[in-house]
């Protein structure tokens, strides 16, 4: 690791968290020697801040993590992660009905994977993990106040790529209480570094009457482009359904997996005659799923849809479904990104591979 790097490890700070002492003096000559390293990745003017916009410990190590993921891993948007095979050609997208925006089918969960600080050794491969997504294609980016520091470390990482990142970000609320629910979203726009949110979702439809009108004002005001609702269990169908049919929503996150198929026989047919686009969370069943497929070989058809493992085609199972927009599974790892994102491309499954698929898993 570069010696700047280890020397802003080593700077004092007060309780509030800015610089005290003869630190700055080490600030000062850090910055004079890597303003021109991190040019490309700093504060998206080229430089540090100034001794008059004051330094904070927060923002150091946010710099100081940036910096070493493109040292490390080379400038932001280079290749980073193995190719899977695609030719280059884009991944696929869908429709989202409420507005015919096309959105790519395969994006990114936060959940675990990037609620990590920035002194953690494995938060430099984070930022590896977002190129690998914006490379092939994708945008989506899903997180969540209840994911820990994940929202954070989305917004720092997406504060310091270059060139601005295409990403589209969904997150969510999940509070009692109209004031707290705003509360809460203002606390995302924040630690997201945004001013706008593409997707807010009411997370697992907790106190959603109240929030709803909520996000209805700021769609209409242009804070938040889209509203969604979430959920993950099938115990919540029948209240999921029940709210799909009485109000217009743009987006339903929900759980769905080769060997979790509850939500084909009703939400997913309800979707589609709703025009609510859908997004797959827990696509892998929670983990289990891949374990048991791992032994397992590729059936013989599996090159012809441009597949090269288990993951690509439990992805491309469920984005072989009409009523789904996206799946988001979730990582902290680059390999495992570009090898989600390569369902994203080459032919859907037809039905008899389909149901080839689900034998193999009941």
């Known amino acids: 690791m570069p010696a700047w790097l280890n020397a802003l490890a080593a700077l004092k700070y007060d309780e509030q968290g800015r610089i005290v002492g003869d630190s700055y003096a080490d600030v000062a000559s850090i910055t004079e020697c890597q303003a021109q390293q991190v040019e490309t990745w700093s504060t998206g003017e080229g ?49 989202i009905p409420s507005s015919n925006e096309s959105l790519p089918i395969v994006g990114l969960g936060t959940y675990r994977g990037f609620d990590m600080a ?33 929202e954070q470390t989305t917004g720092e990482l997406l504060s310091i790529h270059e060139p601005r990142s295409p990403a589209f970000l969904a997150t969510k609320v999940w509070t009692r209480g109209r004031e707290e629910g705003i509360a809460q979203m203002e606390q995302s726009f924040s630690l997201l570094q945004t001013d706008r949110i593409d997707l807010m979702q009411i997370h697992n439809l907790l106190d959603w009457q109240i929030h709803l009108p909520t996000l209805r004002h700021w769609k209409e005001a242009g804070r938040i482009r889209y509203i969604g609702i979430t959920h993950y269990t099938a115990s919540a169908y029948e209240e999921v359904e029940a709210v799909l049919k009485a109000e217009p929503l743009d987006f339903l996150q ?74 988001i599974p979730g990582t902290g790892n680059p390999r495992y990104m570009a090898e989600n994102a390569g369902a994203g491309f080459g032919p859907m499954l037809t039905d008899a591979q389909r149901q080839q698929l689900i034998a193999l898993v009941s």
């Open 47 to 95: 430089h540090f801040m100034s001794h008059s916009e004051g330094y904070t410990r927060r923002r150091l190590l946010t710099l100081a993590a940036g910096a070493s993921a493109v040292f490390t891993f080379g400038p932001v948007g280079a290749q980073s992660a193995p190719p899977t095979g695609t030719g280059g050609k884009t991944m696929q997208t869908r429709v």
């Open 118 to 150: 920035p002194s953690d050794p494995a938060y430099k491969n984070l930022a590896v993990v977002l190129n690998a997504l914006f490379e092939k294609g994708g945008k989506v980016i899903d997180s969540s106040p209840m994911y820990g520091r994940a």
């Open 254 to 327: 929900i759980n769905y997996a080769l060997d979790d198929r509850g939500v084909e026989k009703r939400i997913l047919p309800l979707c589609r005659d709703r025009g609510v686009a859908v997004i797959c969370n827990r696509p892998f069943g929670g983990g289990g799923l891949i374990d048991r497929l791992q032994g397992k070989p590729l059936p013989g058809w599996a090159a012809q849809v441009g597949v090269k493992s288990w993951p690509q085609l439990a992805l491309k199972f469920l984005l072989s479904h009409s009523a789904v927009t996206c799946v």
